[in-house]
T-cell receptor, first 112, second 112 residues
Framework: QKEVEQNSGPLSVPEGAIASLNCTYS??????FFWYRQYSGKSPELIMF????GDKEDGRFTAQLNKASQYVSLLIRDSQPSDSATYLC????????????FGQGTTLQVKP | TAGITQAPTSQILAAGRSMTLRCTQD?????MYWYRQDLGLGLRLIHY???????GKGEVPDGYSVSRANTDDFPLTLASAVPSQTSVYFC???????????FGDGTRLSIL
């Protein structure tokens, strides 16, 4: 059974701090990794995607991938109350068909 | 901007009845997907289609069927609904199978 694991949280950080969200996966052949943000009652919204080892930055968001350790993370700099949401890690199965396995998500609370 | 349109937004259905959830995208994406999201279980893939005319089974396909007659539409049918199919259903699409997926607003379905 291919799995994607996330700490459910809640992760609470003060406004302006860095939030670090982590995800591990079991399928060593996975090649594509995605982070989605989901506000309560809304649909998932793509935040970042990463395919290669290392860091990928987009504005306040940085995705980090370490395939050897089967670990992907999302850093949010200068966290804002509007970042309060559930963050979903998704990993494509090694079949390369676009089939994603989602983690259960980490709830982030940014306190003013 | 349209993107992905799902209908209906919500529905209450008697057990044993059939129901088709509609999904249409205007981005000319080749790949489309159906997920269900349940509290404590996260997002799970039901069926997918990498191109018009082809479909595949996801993690939880039992009790559901799909068709992909053209690029834009990917309906999901429950032939005989059961209470365990009460969930929020999301349709998603991506340009190709391993590209980022974008989600519709979802359909909240209750089976009584």
């Amino acid at each position: 059974q291919k799995e994607v694991e996330q700490n459910s949280g809640p992760l609470s950080v003060p406004e302006g701090a860095i939030a670090s969200l982590n995800c591990t996966y079991s399928d060593r052949g996975s090649q594509s990794f995605f982070w989605y943000r989901q506000y309560s009652g809304k649909s998932p919204e793509l935040i970042m995607f990463i395919y290669s080892n290392g860091d990928k930055e987009d504005g306040r968001f940085t995705a980090q991938l370490n395939k050897a350790s089967q670990y992907v993370s999302l850093l949010i700099r200068d966290s804002q109350p509007s970042d309060s949401a559930t963050y979903l890690c998704a990993v494509e199965t090694s079949s390369n068909t676009g089939k994603l396995i989602f983690g259960q998500g980490t709830t982030l609370q940014v306190k003013p | 901007t349209a993107g992905i349109t799902q209908a209906p937004t919500s529905q209450i259905l008697a057990a044993g009845r059939s129901m088709t959830l509609r999904c249409t995208q205007d981005m000319r994406h080749n790949a489309m997907y159906w997920y269900r999201q349940d509290l404590g279980l996260g997002l799970r893939l039901i069926h997918y289609s990498n191109t018009a005319g082809t479909t595949g089974k996801g993690e939880v396909p039992d009790g559901y069927s799909v068709s992909r007659a053209n690029t834009d539409d990917f309906p999901l049918t429950l032939a005989s609904a059961v209470p365990s199919q009460t969930s929020v259903y999301f349709c998603a699409s991506s340009a190709e199978g391993n590209q980022p997926q974008h989600f519709g607003d979802g359909t909240r379905l209750s089976i009584l």
